[in-house]
């Protein structure tokens, strides 16, 4: 290339141009740019409100770095304080109260306390509802809470209760439908011991004796009928100062020899019984003469 050719050419390019530039804008513009402003806002509005609502319901519910509310976690496991209602069943290993408040179990029909074993077979049951107390278990014992001595216990076979003395206070006693056996049966002091049975008959046995005292007062044995004093090998003895039978019939006779036999017929005498007994071994007073009258007046136990 001459030096002629370089100098027009680099002329030509330092010519100005005499035409417009195209410039083409970069971003958003018009009604997309509206829309976008909008949604940044409506977005912003949502998270002042969802963090207003994070702010009372932490507040309402009264969470803390313990726990929520009422329920407070801990090393142990989970305190409740207050009033707790669930919906739904409850599983736990172990309830139990403050040391200065009572636990209380309510619903509004029934409280259900269920125990199963590993298989999930129901074990034992405690149902308190409205009527009634059920326990369904194989064996129910209430223990004192010193010791832990046996108050009572109750299974399929027997029921054994523990205490040191049973007392009855109801106003109708204590009825058993069958047999009792008890070494020892007594009222409480200034009051009176009563075995009753209604329509059958009441029977004691024991194998050494039975012994009936009355320190301080009287004993007395009433019947309708017939009263028995029956010892099969031994004897009945009766000990006392003075012994009387009231209301023994009274034998009569006739004999001419005791009428002579008397001097005055108008002298005034004492009546004298004697106390006769009958084949039967029934007893009765008989006027006692100058000799026995049991014989004369035997036709008392003819009759008899």
């Excluded at 326990?135 to 027997?158: I, M, P, Q, T």
Aim: net charge neutral.
């Amino acid at each position: 290339m001459t030096r002629e050719q370089y100098i027009l050419a680099t002329q030509q390019n330092s010519l100005p141009r005499t035409e417009h530039p195209q410039f083409y804008p970069v971003g958003i513009y018009g009604w997309r740019k509206r829309c976008l402003y909008f949604f940044v806002l409506l977005l912003l509005v949502t998270m002042i409100v969802n963090l207003a609502m994070t702010v009372w319901i932490l507040k309402v519910m009264n969470f803390t770095v313990d726990g929520m509310g009422n329920l407070r976690v801990t090393k142990k496991g989970i305190r409740l304080e207050g009033i707790s209602e669930f919906l739904l069943p409850l599983y736990v290993k172990e309830i139990h109260s403050r040391k200065d408040s009572p636990l209380v179990l309510q619903s509004d029909r029934n409280v259900t306390v269920n125990a199963r074993n590993h298989m999930g077979q129901l074990t034992g049951q405690l149902t308190v509802g409205a009527d009634a107390v059920e326990a369904l278990c194989k064996r129910f014992e209430v223990r004192a809470s010193e010791g832990g001595k046996v108050l009572f216990s109750a299974d399929e076979d027997e029921i054994v209760i523990g205490a040191d003395r049973l007392k009855v206070t109801g106003t109708e006693g204590a009825v058993f439908g069958h047999s009792v056996e008890t070494p020892h049966i007594r009222a409480e002091p200034s009051q009176d011991l009563k075995l009753e049975s209604p329509t059958r008959s009441l029977v004691m046995e024991a194998p050494r004796g039975v012994q009936v005292n009355a320190a301080a007062g009287d004993l007395k044995a009433t019947c309708r009928k017939e009263l028995h004093l029956q010892s099969t090998e031994g004897e009945i003895f009766l000990n006392a100062d003075t012994i009387r039978l009231g209301n023994l019939p009274v034998g009569s006779f006739s004999s001419s020899s005791s009428s002579s036999s008397s001097p005055s017929s108008s002298a005034p005498r004492q009546t004298i019984y004697e106390l006769c007994v009958c084949p039967n071994g029934k007893l009765y007073l008989s006027p006692a003469g100058a000799g026995s009258t049991c014989q004369s007046s035997s036709n008392i136990c003819l009759w008899s």
